[in-house]
């Protein structure tokens, strides 16, 4: 099991800077693009894609207005933008098939039991492992 998305497996993580092209425009990470989605001013949203890091993209994205369809359109959106990030990179594809059958978690110590699974709890519905286990079992085929 890989339960952390930090050292030889920071590639794993949103925060990882691997920028792309997503919806007309070039994010630096998956977490810059996911934070801006959170609304529907495109002045927040610019605002957030042009955020020095994704710290500082993830602060913004707690202050913005939400979005009213948010919570509906939330786990589709972080699906499409990771696929994304590791389509227009194959070497970190090849990096995340290489993990083969391994369960991936994304192990936090700062609470998130939606996204990852609480350390300290070991509660979690771990979306982002699953979504990148999905990504993973896509990308097998089309990775040499």
Do not use: C
């Amino acid at each position: 099991m890989i339960s952390r998305f930090s050292g030889q497996y920071f590639f794993l993580s949103n925060f990882y800077p691997a920028p792309f092209m997503w919806a007309e425009k070039e994010w630096a990470t998956v977490e810059h693009a996911f934070q801006a989605m959170k609304t529907s001013n495109e002045g927040e949203i610019e605002g957030i894609r042009l955020a020095k890091n994704p710290e500082q993209a993830k602060k913004m994205g707690r202050r913005v207005k939400l979005r009213l369809d948010w919570e509906q359109v939330k786990v589709g959106i972080m699906e499409d933008i990771v696929m994304a990030k590791f389509q227009q990179h194959p070497s970190l594809a090849r990096k995340l098939v290489a993990t083969g059958d391994t369960i991936l978690k994304e192990g936090n110590s700062w609470g998130d039991a939606i996204w990852g699974v609480d350390h300290r709890t070991g509660r979690g519905r771990n979306l982002m492992g699953r979504i990148l286990m999905e990504i993973r079992e896509e990308l097998a085929d089309l990775v040499e």
